[in-house]
């Protein structure tokens, strides 16, 4: 069962922000969400994750619990609580018993998480990807949305990400949408890119299909080279 975000529309000060966006998500499948920085991006997970209203649209067979959605969102800066370690903060949000969870340990060791004791406020961005990211797989939500996840991270621990966020998603049937405005960070996790652009999709691009036609499409010298190819499709 696909999630369709059917004609969404969301403005603010009667300024468009969202104009009649289409997007399908699918079980098993990782989407992207490629834009420019106020594109929308992180508005259109906001109203996914049930934070913004609609203006008009709808959103079908979004999963649920208790009436209340089935998502886990990491967008901007997570709201985790800066007085509290990392181990407290994860046993708060989640109430496992992260002393005792193996998945814990799991993802502890693959992301080199050895400061778990530490308050969050001492923690770097990067270190604080690294929690959420531990976070949503420990949540183990049926829709995922990630903004901007990567930021602050290098290129091992983004790699152990993308394989790791793969596996999850097969083994749980999980929803994922992932933005970025950089189209490398998409390449290697995606199966389909959904082009934000001036408010609307302007393009729709399946990535196995896609780079077998155009295997060095993808590589850009410098993100100038990567803007000018998002603007050339969205012409």
Not at 11 to 20: G, H, I, Y
């Amino acid at each position: 069962m696909n999630i369709i975000l059917k004609d969404i529309c969301k403005s603010f000060k009667n300024k468009a922000v969202l104009n009649n966006v289409n997007i399908t998500l699918s079980e098993n499948k990782i989407i992207g969400l490629l834009g420019n920085n106020g594109s929308g991006k992180t508005t259109l997970m906001k109203i996914l994750s049930g934070l913004y209203f609609l203006d008009s649209g709808e959103i079908i067979n979004l999963p649920m619990i208790d009436s209340n959605p089935d998502v886990c969102a990491i967008l901007e800066n997570p709201a985790f609580i800066n007085g509290l370690t990392v181990r407290d903060n994860l046993k708060y949000y989640i109430d496992l018993k992260i002393d005792s969870c193996m998945e814990f340990d799991y993802y502890c060791k693959a992301f080199n998480v050895d400061f778990i004791d530490v308050k969050y406020s001492k923690l770097s961005l990067g270190m604080k990807q690294k929690v959420a990211i531990i976070y949503m797989f420990l949540k183990n939500s049926k829709l995922i949305l990630l903004d901007e996840i990567t930021n602050g991270l290098d290129k091992r621990v983004c790699n152990v990400f993308y394989e790791e966020l793969k596996k999850f998603v097969k083994k749980n049937n999980s929803y994922v949408l992932i933005s970025s405005h950089k189209i490398e960070e998409l390449e290697p996790i995606c199966d389909i890119v959904y082009f934000l652009k001036n408010n609307s999709i302007v393009k729709v691009i399946e990535l196995s299909e896609y780079i077998m036609k155009n295997k060095k499409i993808f590589r850009f010298s410098n993100n100038l080279d990567a803007v000018k190819f998002c603007e050339l499709l969205g012409k």
